[in-house]
């Protein structure tokens, strides 16, 4: 019991430095290294056992993230493979002419990916727009790092956060509140339309100051150790084979989209279904390209799709181990499971912050706040929400407030926080397509999401409890 308290002290202080150190700008990789050691340490008292916990935690890291780094590395390759033969800029003409400014880029790019969000989840949302707007947003003048910020606001906030069709978050949080998705729905949308509202002007605004500025300029380069002769590759396909190929790429996804609507696939399925259409475009297109003397052109373009994957993903392994010990990987991690009374050690942390704090009703409601900010460090968005809801549900007894408001607030927190929009090692998806830093991406988020939650609760504090 000691030494269990003893690691959710630890954990706290080193989340705290983690942030600190995120805040300024400085790389955390070696902090959440040391955390998981200590932690371990305090588990074992043993050095070989915690060195070897780390290990482990990589290990469970990378197991968890892999199908994340798969489709990564797939859309990689196709997008390389498009844009070497030119058959990506047959595809973005047609767009190009509808998007014209870095304005309607940003929105475009942003409500797509709401509205496909809503349907499928944000992980396949991300593909088809990285497949797509990605390349017309860069045209048009918004960066990469703006289309990331744009795609993370509206997909894994707005959308996943209201979760308005699919309602897997709403269940969980309103089987915790003991109250009816019907009677929690409207509360959640009036909350949504503050969020979403603050958030994305406030992020617009920030965008095109740093446009101005000529501070959005974070992008990973892009390997092509293996360039032959780009001019030649695109001078291989004939104007009508071009033309062909864009189509066949553009009604392969459209497929992907009639089946997930026609048979319910969603989340992972969803991921795994335009994974695997993917690699069926990028057969065919190699085969085009290349003819049956090169096939073996195909191995380089996935081998740089997992190289540059693995690239963006090497940084945030450590961050995604330490995070991944507060919740999920506790057991993994250190070769034991957690006692009866425990729900892992950040969801026992917000338990302990709903139970240390006097009843009034701005108290609970920074309180479930709070608790909903704590829950989502671990990443994952869905895993405090339950937590959340039995808060809310026990303030909202106590004090004979609506149960509704409080839960609303607190998932829209839980999500927003964990689901990926300040999570470094969460943001990754959206940050590989888009070809950016994570970590900036996850500091150029802050002020915009920070600003969205304060402006939510306070309207809630005011015109709702």
């Known amino acids: 019991m000691s030494n269990l308290l003893s690691m959710h002290w630890v954990y706290l202080a080193f989340t705290v430095i983690i942030l600190l150190f995120i805040a300024n700008k400085k790389d955390i990789s070696i902090i959440c290294i040391i955390g998981v050691l200590s932690i371990a340490y305090l588990n074992t008292f043993s050095i070989v056992s915690s060195v070897m916990s780390v290990f482990n935690g990589f290990i469970y890291a990378i197991t968890e993230l892999l199908p994340i780094i798969a489709i990564i590395s797939v859309i990689t390759a196709l997008s390389n493979l498009l844009s070497i033969t030119g058959i990506n800029e047959v595809m973005i003409s047609p767009l190009a002419k509808l998007i014209k400014n870095k304005v309607l880029a940003y929105w475009v790019i942003g409500i797509s990916m709401m509205i496909i969000s809503w349907f499928f989840w944000p992980s396949p949302a991300v593909a088809l727009i990285g497949a797509f707007l990605i390349p017309v947003a860069k045209k048009?003048?918004?960066?990469?790092?703006?289309?990331?910020?744009?795609?993370?606001i509206f997909g894994h906030g707005i959308a996943l956060s209201s979760d308005l069709i699919i309602q897997g978050a709403p269940k969980i949080s309103t089987d915790a509140a003991g109250i009816s998705i019907s009677n929690f729905m409207p509360t959640l949308i009036i909350l949504e339309v503050v969020m979403g509202l603050t958030t994305s002007i406030v992020a617009f605004i920030l965008i095109m100051k740093d446009i101005k500025n000529n501070n959005l300029e974070s992008e990973y380069e892009n390997i092509n150790q293996y360039d032959n002769s780009k001019e030649d590759i695109k001078r291989s396909l004939s104007n009508s084979q071009k033309n062909i190929l864009s189509l066949l790429v553009v009604i392969g996804y459209i497929i992907d989209v009639i089946l997930m609507i026609a048979f319910s696939i969603k989340g992972g399925d969803a991921t795994a279904l335009i994974g695997g259409t993917t690699l069926f475009l990028l057969i065919v297109i190699c085969i085009s390209t290349f003819k049956s003397s090169k096939i073996e052109q195909l191995t380089p373009y996935l081998t740089e799709g997992f190289q540059f994957s693995f690239k963006v993903f090497g940084a945030v392994i450590p961050v995604a181990t330490f995070f991944y010990?507060?919740?999920?990987?506790?057991?993994?991690?250190?070769?034991?499971?957690?006692?009866?009374?425990?729900?892992?050690i950040i969801n026992d942390l917000g338990v302990a912050l709903s139970n240390a704090v006097p009843l009034n009703k701005f108290v609970a409601t920074l309180t479930v706040s709070g608790v909903g900010i704590l829950t989502g460090l671990d990443g994952s968005g869905f895993s405090g929400l339950s937590l959340v809801g039995s808060s809310a549900r026990l303030f909202a007894s106590s004090l004979s407030i609506s149960p509704s408001t409080l839960t609303a607030l607190g998932q829209i927190c839980t999500i927003w926080i964990g689901g990926g929009t300040l999570i470094p090692w969460a943001l990754i998806p959206v940050a590989a397509v888009c070809n950016v830093s994570p970590f900036e991406l996850a500091r150029k988020n802050l002020i915009p999401v920070v600003t969205g939650l304060i402006v939510t609760t306070l309207f809630a504090l005011i015109f709702m409890i």
């Open 140 to 152: 048009a003048g918004l960066p990469r790092l703006g289309a990331a910020m744009a795609m993370n």
């Open 325 to 344: 010990l507060g919740g999920s990987g506790f057991q993994s991690i250190l070769g034991i499971p957690l006692p009866g009374f425990s729900q892992g």
